[in-house]
Each structure stands twice: as structure tokens, then as C-alpha cells.
């Protein structure tokens, strides 16, 4: 395996963040919403409502993952309600089935252990399950949802 840096996103970070999360939306070309997705990222990085990790190799970001945090009515399971909402999963395809998403994701999810996150939520896709389960989630049931 290569030697990568695994670290928390900078600010000059933010332009490859938004490249990564233009290609999850299939609009890697369409440049029109570069500068809100700017203003999210640098300010919710600024308030700490976001945490982002970057897998960084030799300068270079070639993986990265976000997690929106947000504060819950506190629980018996999650006394502190915080909770984060993984999302934005992406490595550059030829850093792919090497490991780097499962140790990005794991070294992530220790810093938010370290912060006093409990609960962890995400969506996946059929074909990165199993990778999350291998980091111990489990696929739920109750999840609705309403778009208005």
C-alpha cells in the first residue's frame, strides 16, 4: 500500500473538495455552482458544522469524506444528541481497492469518537456496502424521508 497521509481538510483544501463532490453529482463540467458550494464548505468547515478528511498523497487529495455534524435531542444510547451524517465519499478511480477509503473513513471516525460522536449515519450505494459494513455499520430500516 502507498504511504498517504491521512489528515482534516484545509481551506486550501476547498476547490478539490468541490471537484470530488461535482463528480458524485454527475455535473464534474457545469462550473454554476462553484462559489455556494464554496461559501458552504469554508463556512460550515469555519463553524465546525462540517469535518472533512482527505486521504493526501505527496501533495496531492485523492480521497476525501465529509460529515455534517448536528446536535440531536440527547439520548440514552447518545447523552451528547451529536450526531454526524457521513457523505461526499469519493477516491480519484485509480487510488481505488486499495484500502485508502476503509483507513480514511476509520481514521476519521476515531477523531469523531475522540470528540464524543456516537452515531454515525449514512446512505450507500449497493456497491460501497460492504466496505461500511467491514467499518461495523449496519444497513437500517426506519428511514424516511420528504422532499418538499
Given amino acids: 500500500m502507498l504511504i498517504m497521509l491521512f489528515r482534516k481538510a484545509l481551506t486550501t483544501d476547498i476547490p478539490q473538495i468541490i471537484k470530488f463532490r461535482k463528480i458524485l453529482l454527475g ?3 457545469n462550473n454554476t ?5 464554496s461559501d458552504y464548505f469554508s463556512s460550515s468547515l469555519a ?3 462540517l469535518v472533512v478528511w482527505v486521504a493526501d498523497d505527496d501533495g496531492i487529495i485523492v480521497a476525501s469524506v465529509c460529515f455534517c455534524l448536528c446536535r440531536l435531542a440527547p439520548r440514552f444510547e447518545n447523552p451528547s444528541g451529536m450526531v454526524a451524517y457521513m457523505a461526499n465519499v469519493f477516491t480519484i478511480p485509480s487510488y481505488r481497492r486499495q484500502g485508502i477509503g476503509s483507513k480514511l473513513i476509520g ?4 477523531d ?3 470528540q464524543g460522536i456516537r452515531k454515525i449515519l449514512l446512505h450507500s450505494s449497493d456497491i460501497a ?3 461500511y459494513v467491514n467499518l461495523g455499520f449496519i444497513e437500517g ?3 424516511m424521508t420528504l422532499s418538499t
Fill in 27 to 29: 455535473q464534474e463540467d
Fill in 33 to 37: 455552482m462553484d462559489e455556494t458550494f
Fill in 47 to 49: 463553524d465546525s458544522s
Fill in 107 to 110: 481514521k476519521a471516525i476515531d
Fill in 112 to 114: 469523531l469518537k475522540e
Fill in 129 to 131: 456496502k460492504p466496505m
Fill in 141 to 143: 430500516k426506519n428511514y
